[in-house]
């Protein structure tokens, strides 16, 4: 069974006059910007998972690409950057999937 707790906070410019708000608290306007904070220990779990995926995932196209040497520096140049837009995009997507709005 999934559970439907959000695991994201999001807050986007309509958010920015509304009593909790974060731009509200720290005296600065929003300025057009989104921000997105884990409110639970998941999305702290996902965002651990993201970056520890992120970064290492280059490490080893690289790491192959020296140890074997069977790709060209421009394959692993299109490797590395398909693998980051995935990663990104995957993560958005799940943060999308699991935020909640500020309640009004």
Do not use: H
Not at 6 to 16: G, K, N, V
Not at 39 to 45: F, H, P, R, S, V
Not at 56 to 84: D, K, N, Q, R, Y
């Amino acid at each position: 069974m999934s559970s439907t707790k959000p695991w994201f906070l999001l807050m986007t410019p309509a958010d920015a006059n509304q009593p909790g708000s974060e731009w509200k608290r720290e005296g600065a306007a929003s300025k057009g910007k989104i921000s997105v904070r884990p409110i639970a220990t998941e999305g702290w779990a996902a965002l651990g998972i993201f970056v520890a995926i992120w970064t290492t995932g280059p490490l080893l196209i690289w790491a192959f690409v020296f140890i074997s040497e069977s790709l060209s520096i421009m394959t692993a140049v299109i490797a590395t950057v398909a693998f980051e837009i995935a990663i990104v995009g995957g993560f958005i997507l799940l943060v999308w999937a699991k935020s909640t709005r500020m309640a009004s």
